[in-house]
């Protein structure tokens, strides 16, 4: 029995190497990024945090939040060379490849910021625990595998069936937009000096990622087929239907269970804190908002989301 030919099965040709910008706009933010560069250990004064104002079930609250947003970052950290091999397979613009090889830095360091800071807060947590509330070991083995490899850009990556396009739409047009916007509300509900730092820094980042993607398809689009646009809405709108309306970003919105419910539980002990989080209640009128501003900007596309 043969598996399903990916995009590695095909002939691989690296020459001539073009490396002349061939998006304007993207090699911008190429350039932007590398002149924004910032160092985890040495932008943040991680010795500033005080712990004092802050109760035990705070403190571990926070860990677990930013704990696991350091198991997210880890799932990124791999989209980017994923993507590269894509772009060097189909011989893609050359600026796409510069990006992405500092999108791959810049996750390392968000994951490297949340791992530091869920050490000040007392200690990172490898695996999910059940300290906030019960989990059994089967549930917290399920929840750490969702949270890494939920949204499968990776093994989309190497799947012709899905084209470039349809995978940047899907992971940076609709994913990254909606974590930029959960970035932007933690910044306006935290209270912790640290914290604020932390999520205006990750965000600075997230802004780039997020105009990759419209700078992308704005240069893609006009070239492309209707059949091929209409791939691109059906892969946008399963993606949103079976990943983040099941709650990658967004906890409330998984399936009910104990390792849910012990999740929103820190997220909210979190957000009560001021330590980097928010609430269902302010979360449900941004994700639509989110959603509305997504579905204007695809119409330019057109594009019905």
């Known amino acids: 029995m043969h598996s399903s030919p990916t995009i590695l099965d095909r002939q691989e040709v690296r020459f001539p190497l073009e490396l002349a910008p061939a998006v304007p706009k993207i090699r911008r933010l190429y350039r932007a990024a590398t002149a924004r560069q910032w160092n985890p250990a040495l932008d943040i004064d991680w010795a500033s945090f005080d712990r004092s104002p802050y109760s035990d079930e705070q403190l571990l609250a926070a860990r677990l939040r930013w704990s696991k947003t350091a198991w997210g970052e880890y799932g990124a950290i791999s989209e980017s060379p994923a993507l590269q091999i894509r772009f060097c397979q189909e011989r893609r613009e050359p600026d796409l490849s510069l990006f992405f090889a ?3 830095q810049e996750e390392s360091r968000h994951a490297e910021t949340a791992f530091r800071f869920a050490e000040v807060l007392g200690g990172y947590f490898a695996e999910p625990q059940g300290s906030v509330a019960p989990v059994t070991e089967a549930a917290r083995d399920k929840d750490f595998k969702t949270t890494l490899y939920s949204h499968g850009v990776r093994r989309m990556a ?7 396009e349809t995978i940047i739409a899907s992971l940076v047009c609709v994913s990254e937009e909606v974590a930029f916007d959960m970035f932007k509300l933690f910044g306006e509900v935290t209270t912790d000096p640290i914290a604020k730092k932390v999520i205006a820094l990750i ?3 997230e802004a780039r ?3 990759f993607g419209w700078d992308f398809l704005d240069h893609r689009v006009p070239r492309m087929s209707k059949a091929e646009i209409d791939a ?3 892969g946008i709108e399963t993606f949103i239907r079976t990943i ?5 970003h967004h906890v409330w919105l998984k399936p009910d269970s104990a390792a849910v419910r012990a999740e929103v539980n820190a997220v909210r002990i979190t957000a009560g804190a001021g330590l980097g989080a928010s609430t269902e209640e302010l979360e ?3 994700l639509v908002d989110s959603m509305a501003r997504i579905r204007r900007r695809m119409a330019d ?3 019905a989301l």
């Open 102 to 104: 500092l999108r791959t």
């Open 158 to 164: 190497f799947d012709p069936a899905y084209s470039t």
């Open 203 to 205: 965000g600075r980042d």
């Open 209 to 211: 990622h997020c105009a």
């Open 232 to 234: 691109i809405l059906h």
């Open 244 to 248: 983040e309306l099941n709650g990658y």
């Open 284 to 286: 449900k009128p941004a």
């Open 301 to 303: 596309w057109g594009v």
